[in-house]
């Protein structure tokens, strides 16, 4: 039943904001951070087990798709799990989602305390992790609105990034460079790969993916969102 006098945040954002959102937390440029040790587990397979993770990942896309049209409110999979089986459960993967809050940013502070200290190497590495924090904090700070606008130039840096590698990689390999070629179908498939190698790789290239669910904790901030699907109440 439907519940009465029901709070709900704002809905300041709009569908381009809210896809722009998924895309930082997805951190497109992540495949630089993950590609050669892929590339090591999989024997060279890494475009292989990029598809395999994806078709993984699309079962549960599909799942979100309808759950956060049937439950369009803040939560993610905590309010799909508590509306849809008992709240004892709910409660659980809410915590079991905190930890993956948590531990993302904590990876994403120690890729730029990589970075930064190769190239300032006299510094003591724990400084850049502090001004990583520091700065995530500020953001964080800010409106939801503002947030997403912020967030929203930092992906579209990320993304100029990636086609420009992508640019260089292709005359790279137009000039003879690798292998020579730009199509490459040996890294889907050949003689020598493994179906262990490539579930392997697919579970660290599922990092590329992590962060898309994030999406649906914004729904309640987000207009335009389709009408609710009516679901049995029985279950």
């Known amino acids: 039943m439907k519940e009465e006098n029901q709070m709900t945040l704002k809905r300041s954002l ?8 998924g895309l930082g937390f997805m951190t497109p440029m992540v495949v630089f951070d993950t590609f050669g040790i892929a590339s090591e587990e999989t024997a060279g397979h890494v475009p292989a087990s990029y598809v395999a993770a994806l078709v993984a990942l699309l079962f549960t896309a599909g799942s979100y798709c ?7 409110n803040a939560g993610s999979a905590y309010t799909y799990t508590q509306k849809s089986f008992n709240p004892h459960l709910g409660f659980m993967i809410g915590w079991l989602a905190l930890m993956d809050y948590m531990f993302l940013p904590m990876v994403n502070a120690l890729i730029a305390q990589i970075y930064l200290t190769s190239l300032f190497p006299q510094a003591p590495a724990w400084i850049f992790v502090v001004l990583f924090v520091a700065i995530v904090t500020a953001i964080n700070l800010l409106t939801v609105k503002g947030t997403a606008r912020l967030n929203g130039y930092f992906v579209l840096l990320q993304l100029f990034v990636v086609l420009i590698f992508i640019g260089v990689a292709v005359w790279g390999l137009t000039q003879g460079k690798g292998s020579g070629r730009i199509w490459f179908p040996e890294a889907f498939f050949s003689a020598d790969i493994s179906t262990a190698t490539l579930i392997s790789g697919a579970t660290l290239l599922c990092f ?3 962060g898309f669910d994030a999406v649906a904790g914004f729904s309640e901030e987000t207009g335009n969102l389709t009408m609710p699907v009516q679901l049995d109440e029985t279950v």
């Open 208 to 210: 590329s993916y992590l």
């Open 14 to 21: 709009n569908s381009w904001q809210l896809i722009l959102l």
């Open 66 to 72: 309808f759950m956060i049209k049937a439950f369009p």
